[in-house]
């Protein structure tokens, strides 16, 4: 069944659900929309009778209705982080099927259009995210990244496709493998007793107003984890290793560290440190990702940072 056709069905129990306060829905699907989530745009009416546009989106998986709704406005003191949640709920129609009813972000997602605020908007968010996160305390385990395996299956990936620098990869990978185990247990070792958000980038945020002005705001809450600040940072950082012209002379990391401080978050004397070696090992692994292999800029990119992090990861 198309999702158009599955939300028509269920269309009626969620006005039910809501009280009758959601207009008709018009379903939709974004260029960058993945998963097999249900959305469409719609108004609800609020307790004081006024007509907000709003967005529905069902199934939503039950870490992001939990995060939506411990970043309301009304749980913390850091401004708003995420859409206005409206309405919500864990079932419908008689399925376990979690919904959401949330205020429609109307300009972005962030792209170019901010001429560089972009940038600076998802740093500020991001921070204003960490600091709401830390009232919920991130108990148990972190996510263990087979990295060995990803470093083999790179090096595999470079014997196979016979790209113009595999040389160059085969020597700077036999040279970081050496280095591996050393790394390891200094990122190991790092502070995991926070929240990561897990997919912190451009594509994820959008704002109320149209270019340049902001605040952003987050969306897609499924991704986030425990871990360290520094997975987010470098994660963000690496996207635009093969467009640094559109970085400017930001270092996204130091931006993030520097937002997390001004929120009194605590940064680790060594973060530094653990940037270096989380940007190898991203950089080292592109080979196997096939995804950025297929893009020769990125991949050039990858290349060239891991080879300058070589002599500066210890």
């Known amino acids: 069944m198309a999702e158009d056709q599955i939300g028509t069905a269920l269309a009626p129990a969620l006005v039910s659900a809501c009280e009758s306060r959601i207009s008709p829905i018009r379903w939709f699907r974004t260029d960058w929309q993945a998963g097999g989530a249900v959305t469409g745009f719609t108004t609800y009416k609020t307790d004081d009778e006024v007509e907000r546009p709003a967005v529905v989106k069902f199934p939503v998986p039950p870490q992001e209705l939990q995060w939506l709704r411990r970043l309301q406005p009304d749980q913390h003191e850091h401004g708003q982080i995420v859409p206005q949640l409206f309405a919500s709920g864990e079932a419908l129609a008689g399925y376990d099927l979690a919904w959401v009813i949330m ?23 991001a921070g204003r995210f960490y600091a709401a996160a830390e009232l919920h305390p991130a108990t148990g385990e972190p996510r263990r990244e087979p990295w060995a395996d990803f470093l083999k299956r790179a090096r595999q990936a470079v014997r196979d496709n016979g790209w113009p620098e595999a040389q160059r990869w085969n020597v700077a990978l036999k040279a970081f493998q050496k280095k591996l ?17 897990g997919d912190l980038h451009l ?41 640094p012209q559109r970085l400017g002379d930001r270092d996204i990391v130091k931006l993030i560290s520097n937002e997390r401080k001004q929120r009194g978050l605590r940064a680790e004397p060594n973060w530094p440190r653990l940037a270096n070696i989380r940007r190898a090992l991203v950089a080292a692994v592109a080979p196997a990702d096939p995804m950025r292999a297929a893009h020769p800029h990125h991949l ?8 300058h992090l070589l002599t500066a990861v210890n």
């Not at 050039?300 to 080879?307: D, G, R």
């Open 300 to 307: 050039h990119a990858s290349l060239e940072k891991l080879e």
């Open 103 to 125: 205020q429609q972000l109307e300009h972005g997602p962030l792209d170019g259009q901010w001429h560089g605020a972009e940038f600076d908007l998802l740093v500020n968010v």
């Open 181 to 197: 185990k050393k790394l390891m247990k200094v990122w190991d070792e790092r502070d995991t007793a926070h929240w990561c958000h």
């Open 203 to 243: 594509g994820n945020a959008m704002t109320c107003h149209p270019a340049p002005e902001g605040p952003a705001f987050l969306f897609d809450l499924a991704r986030i984890h425990i871990g360290h600040w520094i997975e987010d940072a470098v994660y963000f950082e690496h996207l635009f290793w093969s467009q």
